[in-house]
């Protein structure tokens, strides 16, 4: 039987255990009339026994056709959740299964079908947009690199400079090992990120005037400055040096003259807390996009992929702590909500 569909299962068994409960009903009701009369029952008994019987037969049938109606009723739903199942596994959206009224189980079966649907739909989309960006992005460093190097061949130069075409080769290929590592990053989070177990001590001034120095030496119309006390923060050294790097890496895409980096105490939890800072004199955000800035794939109009400052949210968040940018007294500011060391001690 358990290989038969369920609505079979639920008709047959709703069919034998209603008709044994009627027939059972029956003979008591008949044991009971004969005991009350004589050792033989009456004619009329008798007569009442067969109208009994006929009775017994009739509700059978009726138990039958109910149990059918029922079974149809109950399993109805599973099959069109199995149907929509398959469909889903096949990545057939279309129709999309919508939400039941319902507080049972069945509805919270429908219901559940549904989330599961619109969470793998958004996946989709996601990873189309995602293949479309590394397609796109990567298509065009790949393209510079291979054009630069047919110009060589044909000693033909830019700025009639064998060294400038170089050096574009050199910046392309710089940007494509890049993107490379972010694609790498987002995909290996969970082997990436590791345990909090393996956090360690981190001299904050001493990173920050680390990465100050390498884009201070490829961006000499900018004025980098370090500034705010030595403290520790607790974390993966790698990871937190890619988070802020990322950040000041868009700072120089955007700003004018200037990039300060600098720390201060978290008046809200200064045992537990630093605000690390980095300010810009690039252009304003405007206001509905300060929400989704860390968002995956958002970009500006001088970004890659839009996902630099995503791995950044995730690393800070990984680290207990938070990110934010705002526009701040004609700049634009990141700051960052990082643990101190001493609150782990």
Known sequence: MKNKPLSVQVWVTTSVLNSLITGLGLVAFLLVLHFQGSSELPA???????????VLLCMVIFNILAAKRIADTLCRPIQQV???????????????????????????????????QNSLMGMEEEEE????????????????????CQALRDHIYINDSEEETIAVIEEEAAD???SVRKFLIIHSFDYILGKKSDFMEIRIRRM??????????????????????DDCILGKPELIKTAITNIVENATRYANSFIDIFTEEDKTDPEEYLLLYIRNDGEK???DILSRFFDKYHKGNKGNFGLGLYITKKIVEFHEGEVWVENDRGCVRFALRLRRAASQE
């Open 285 to 287: 955000i405007d206001d």
């Open 176 to 178: 494509l090992e890049d």
């Open 44 to 54: 009329w008994n008798q007569g009442l026994a067969a109208a009994a019987l006929q």
């Open 82 to 116: 199995e149907e929509r199942m398959r469909k889903i596994s096949r990545k057939e959206w279309e129709p999309a299964l919508a939400s039941v009224d319902r507080q049972d189980e069945i509805g919270n079966l429908v219901n559940t079908l549904v989330n599961m």
């Open 208 to 229: 920050i005037r680390d990465i100050a120095d390498r884009f201070s030496a490829g961006n000499q119309h900018l004025t980098i400055t370090v500034s705010g006390k």
């Open 129 to 148: 947009f995602f293949l479309q960006s590394i397609s796109h992005g990567l298509k065009t460093p790949i393209m510079v690199i291979r054009n630069c």
